[in-house]
């Protein structure tokens, strides 16, 4: 059974840091690229953050870049989201998900054949 659990959202001000978590199990395919994903109300799933299963590269949305870094570590089967910085626009339940490596976009949600169950970030100004 896939399981994606993501941990670490909460409440924060603005110029605050959390840092999320998402321990994934199960996954069919042996090495996988892995992202983050954001939703506010009203508004459409977007990507956040990916990064590939060496570590090597990884990705941002130009909103978020310079305040949150990407990360794995492969031995826990983790990965994990730093914020830094954080604004009122950042509010949103973030996603993490999973894919095969090398497979499709790292940007695109429909790549991602895995996800969580999300995790609350709020931003108070």
């Known amino acids: 059974q896939v399981q994606l659990v993501e941990s670490g959202g909460g409440l924060v001000q603005v110029g605050g840091s959390l840092r999320l978590s998402c321990a994934v199990s199960g996954l069919p395919f042996i090495r996988d690229d892995r992202g983050w994903f954001r939703q506010a109300p009203g508004k459409e799933r977007e990507f956040v953050a990916a990064?590939?299963?060496?570590?090597?590269?990884?990705y941002y949305a130009d909103s978020v870049k310079g305040r949150f870094t990407i990360s794995r570590d492969n031995a826990k089967n983790t990965v994990y989201l730093q914020m830094n910085s954080l604004k009122p626009e950042d509010t949103a339940v973030y996603y993490c998900?999973?894919?095969?490596?090398?497979?499709?976009?790292?940007?695109?949600?429909?790549?991602?054949?895995?996800w969580g169950q999300g995790t609350q970030v709020t931003v108070s100004s």
């Open positions: 990064i590939t299963w060496s570590g090597s590269n990884t």
């Open positions: 998900a999973a894919k095969p490596a090398e497979f499709l976009s790292a940007i695109n949600p429909n790549s991602y054949q895995y």
